[in-house]
């Protein structure tokens, strides 16, 4: 970050298909796991089948008495969210009422698609149409949604449910905002927080990125965009950066990061995990018809956020590329890398994580961050779940396909989105 104060992580959390925690989560990564498995999802392409989900969180713990009756307008994603947030305050052993309310800032991604389908309405309608001949009834239909349909369906789908909720439950009344939209605003928000930190506007910044991607509709509408694995290899065909990659496969998670001024965390001795130097934003607006990709959508992200932080490319320990598996973006990113690579005559590991819990929209964003700094912090270069051999324009690269030793203490995240929109974040972990 541009100014004199400088931004540490103190807390983290995940919740995804792999478990529940940091440690969990990074204990599966380094084992070579996927939290990916067949679903059993009758009417369905055989593809759909194939997401993840994640097992045991049903209902947040550790709600305030006086918000117990608001839980039930939390969408899936808001519930993964909260849970992952929670964990990072537990995590970063701070005292929130030492830090006055208009202090702590919060940012919350969403890509939260649980509701967009409206399968919740289809017992309601079944019985309005139980004699299709006459038409549909409407006073069945009436009545049917009185009883079958959950009142708060428009509450859970509207995109700022978890903001508004963590924001009365642990009272953050300084900076914020909440974004909505698919990747990269996980990093976005991560960001802004940093930001705030920065400028000195708050003590304590909470970045949060939720998402749930793995009901039938969005998957519907993703595998219309020809963004989704075909999956003829199970919980394998997701291969980022391989050549014969053909798609994500999405799943479902919560990621949340907690920032504050290295000062202040020393001063009150806090376990300082790593210090974000720089972020690059960047759009590059795609040439052709069509969903296409730019032909380096990353480039000058990842420049710009080196450029922030004054790290040379030649002293990263690894990029983690966003790596979605898909045919241009997978390409358009390495042609991205290689190029900076090439200019400053670097060779540095390149490991891509989304394989391990399937794409999980803003939640991904956060949670590629936060193994990078588990990552970092035990000195190792991730593998790339699946990947097997690169294209033959990028053979001369160094695709990390097991985890391995890393050379160095930074790393850099990237993130991009539909459209050229791209974010990257440069980190540093602690000092070994």
Not at 373 to 386: D, F, K, Q, S
Request: charged letters at 20%; aromatic letters at 6%.
């Amino acid at each position: 970050m541009s100014s004199s104060r400088r931004v540490v992580v103190t807390g983290m959390g995940l919740v995804t298909p792999l478990g529940k925690g940091v440690e969990a989560n990074w204990k599966s990564v380094l084992a070579g796991q996927t939290g990916i498995e067949r679903h059993e999802r009758p009417g369905c392409p055989e593809h759909f089948q194939f997401f993840g989900r994640v097992e045991g969180v049903e209902r947040p713990e550790g709600i305030p008495p006086k918000l117990a009756g608001q839980v039930r307008f939390l969408n899936r994603g808001a519930v993964l969210g909260f849970e992952a947030a929670m964990e990072a305050l537990r995590n970063a052993g701070i005292d929130l009422a030492s830090v006055p309310r208009e202090r702590r800032s919060l940012f919350l991604a969403s890509g939260d698609l649980t509701k967009i389908g409206c399968e919740f309405m289809h017992p309601a309608i079944k019985d309005a149409i139980k004699n299709a001949g006459k038409g549909a009834d409407r006073l069945a239909l009436n009545k049917s949604l009185m009883d079958k349909v959950n009142p708060f369906f428009l509450l859970e789908s509207i995109s700022n449910n978890l903001f508004s909720f963590l924001s009365a439950a642990l009272e953050f009344m300084g900076p914020n905002t909440s974004l909505a939209s698919l990747s990269p605003c996980g990093a976005h928000t991560l960001e802004l927080a940093c930001r705030r930190i920065a400028a000195g506007e708050a003590d304590i910044a909470l970045a949060v990125g939720c998402g749930c991607w793995i009901t039938e509709i969005p998957m519907f509408e993703m595998d219309g965009l020809g963004i989704l694995s075909r999956c003829k290899h199970g919980p394998a065909s997701f291969r980022p950066l391989d050549r014969a990659r053909d798609g994500f496969i999405p799943a479902e998670g919560g990621a949340a990061v907690l920032v504050e001024d290295s000062e202040r965390a020393i001063a009150r001795g806090a376990r300082i995990l790593a210090e974000i130097k720089g972020s690059g934003n960047c759009i590059e607006p795609p040439r052709g018809k069509g969903l296409s990709v730019p032909a380096e959508v990353s480039k000058n992200s990842i420049r710009t956020a080196l450029a922030e932080g004054a790290v040379d490319v030649r002293d990263l320990a690894f990029i983690c590329p966003h790596g979605s598996g898909t045919r241009k973006g997978d390409r358009s990113e390495l042609n991205s890398i290689r190029a900076i690579l090439e200019a400053e005559g670097g060779n540095v590991p390149v490991c891509a994580l989304k394989a391990y819990t399937g794409h999980m929209g803003a939640a991904s964003d956060i949670c590629e961050v936060i193994l990078g700094i588990e990552a970092i912090n035990e000195g190792v270069v991730p593998g790339t779940l699946n990947f097997s051999m690169t294209e033959p324009a990028f053979e001369g690269m160094d695709i990390s396909a097991s985890a391995r030793k890393a050379a160095g203490r930074s790393f850099v995240s990237v993130s991009y989105g539909i459209m050229g929109q791209c974010s990257s974040v440069l980190v540093e972990g602690r000092a070994n």
